[in-house]
């Protein structure tokens, strides 16, 4: 029951909307405190009707108001322990210089309120809504509704607010998209291992460790499915993509067939067919054809080098490659000669493992020469 005395001594609420009608801009400025003071001290025995009233009146008496004076009463709001949710629902609507506190710390304000500001205010509002600690799904969801990007690498950022797993998912297939999500992604600890395990097929090289190293998972295994799915769309468009180049469509009915192998590459690059050769190996290899020439004409033959020893090659059947591909390029006898000695040492001071998995590092990443370092070669 509300305090009959305490309803008897305070103002005709009614009479409010007249008096801000006729006072002047100061007079309305400080009507705008004496019913904030009104809120303040006699809240809880204002009937719901009378609430409503008043923060209407706020609400039109606001532009009339410096907004030094609505910042410090925003200020007063996150203060109070029971802050009355008119107030705060209000203040949130308001500038952002007003709003921002409101937004980011005022426990009064309900999904329904934070969702209607996502929806109609500002990004500024939307960003410090998703730098809110504790939000909801709910509201999670209304933030990437927003399509901004900046929103939601706000709301991957911040830890505590809580996300579905139907919206992570969708977040995690977006990231193939924008590169900025991956990272807060992959550093939020909600995220399942099975989602970060799908991220391991199109994130940098960087981020593919932070996924081995923080959740666990055997590198190998994660190259090998990566590896797997891309043969498999390959494979895939083969019947929608024309193979032209008749060298390749031989090198692809080998394969088909089982017989392909390094032999019959080498025996092409014997015979001049240095093309039938390229596609050849990089079919042994897994390999793109112009990445694998890449690694064929890798100034030193260090590049070349790994890939054979990962395809446990002969080191001789190796050299012989080198020696040919090198006159085909026209490549001085003295030269060649010179360089057999530097890679005879690199080729029998790696295993093939290493080797297998520099050529792993390079399927994903190209870039990746700063391998051949690693093993110490060099050139």
């Known amino acids: 029951m509300p305090d009959t005395a305490a ?23 400080q009507l705008y405190e004496d019913i904030w003071n009104l809120f303040e001290t006699d809240g809880e025995t204002l009937t719901s009707s009378e ?13 009339d108001v410096e907004m030094s004076v609505r910042k410090r009463l925003a200020e007063r709001l996150n203060e109070m322990t029971d802050a009355p949710i008119e107030l705060a629902a209000m203040l949130a609507n308001d500038q952002i210089e007003v709003a921002y506190p409101i937004l980011m710390d005022n426990r009064a304000l309900r999904d329904a309120d934070l969702i209607e500001v996502v929806r109609h205010r500002t990004l500024q509002h939307q960003l410090a809504t998703a730098m809110r600690a504790n939000i909801s799904e709910a509201v999670s969801g209304a933030l990437v509704e927003t399509g901004s990007e900046d929103v939601v690498e706000a709301l991957l950022e911040n830890d ?14 977006e990231s193939q998209r924008v590169d900025r999500y991956q990272k807060p992604l992959l550093r939020r ?57 008749p060298s390749q469509r031989l ?27 390229e596609f050849a190996l990089a079919r042994i290899a897994g390999m793109r054809p112009e990445l694998m020439r890449r690694m064929i004409y890798e100034p030193g033959g260090e590049a070349l080098a790994i890939v054979c020893r990962a395809l446990d090659f002969d080191r001789q059947v190796f050299l012989t490659i080198y020696e040919l591909t090198r006159v085909a390029r026209g490549m001085l006898a003295r030269q060649i000669s010179a360089d057999r000695v530097r890679l005879q040492q690199f080729y029998d001071g790696m295993s093939q ?13 190209p870039e990746y020469l700063a391998a051949l370092n690693q093993l110490g070669g060099g050139g």
């Open 160 to 173: 505590s607010a809580q996300i579905s797993d139907a919206l992570l998912e969708h977040l995690v297939a």
């Open 189 to 245: 600890p909600d995220l399942p291992k099975v989602l970060a395990k799908r991220m391991y097929a199109w994130v940098s090289a960087a981020l593919r460790q932070y996924i081995v190293d923080n959740y666990k998972f055997d590198a190998s295994e994660l190259d090998d499915n990566m590896l797997n799915a891309m043969r498999d769309a390959v494979q895939e468009s083969t019947g929608e993509i024309e193979i032209t180049d």
């Open 353 to 365: 493992e290493d080797a297998t998995a520099v050529v792993r590092r390079w399927r994903q990443d």
């Open 7 to 29: 309803a008897d001594a305070r103002p005709n609420i009614g009479s409010l909307f007249d008096l801000a009608q006729r006072k002047s801009r100061e007079g309305r400025a």
């Open 251 to 277: 090198v692809e009915k080998l394969h088909a067939a089982g017989q392909l192998n390094a032999g019959f590459a080498i025996k092409a690059l014997r015979q001049g067919e240095v093309t039938l050769f």
């Open 51 to 63: 609430r409503t009233l008043m923060t209407d009146i706020l609400r039109r008496l606001s532009h």
